[in-house]
Nanobody
Framework: VQLQASGGGLVQNGESLRLSCAAS????????MGWYRQAPGKQRELVAT???????YYGDSVKERFTISRDNGKNTVDLQMNSLKPEDTAVYFC?????????WGQGTLVTVSS
């Protein structure tokens, strides 16, 4: 399984950005997909997850600002990020997880300037 994340960049405080992750392999359709982030000097934290059936979970710091979605036909999972804040600055990682497997993408950098 390979995960390719894209869409990171530099934005201003309050702006929006959309991340996308493309996954190879049919395992995508049964996997829980997630976005995690790691800011400089901090531990990696959960941003959002979505099950194969579309159930979602969000970290407290991004609730009502971020939306995770997936397209099982295209093997993609997106993260729409609105009202971005400087504290959202981090490397964002795509994750694919099943009961037997756990895969990570290479990460994409999001920088929010004040």
């Amino acid at each position: 399984v390979q995960l390719q994340a894209s869409g990171g960049g530099l934005v201003q405080n309050g702006e929006s950005l959309r991340l996308s992750c493309a996954a190879s392999g049919s395992i995508f359709k049964i996997a829980v997909m997630g976005w995690y982030r790691q800011a400089p000097g901090k531990q990696r934290e959960l941003v959002a997850t979505i099950t194969s059936g579309g159930s979602t979970y969000y970290g407290d710091s991004v609730k009502e600002r971020f939306t995770i979605s997936r397209d099982n036909g295209k093997n993609t999972v997106d993260l729409q990020m609105n009202s971005l804040k400087p504290e959202d600055t981090a490397v964002y990682f795509c994750n694919l997880r099943t009961r037997a497997a756990d895969y990570w993408g290479q990460g994409t950098l999001v920088t929010v300037s004040s």
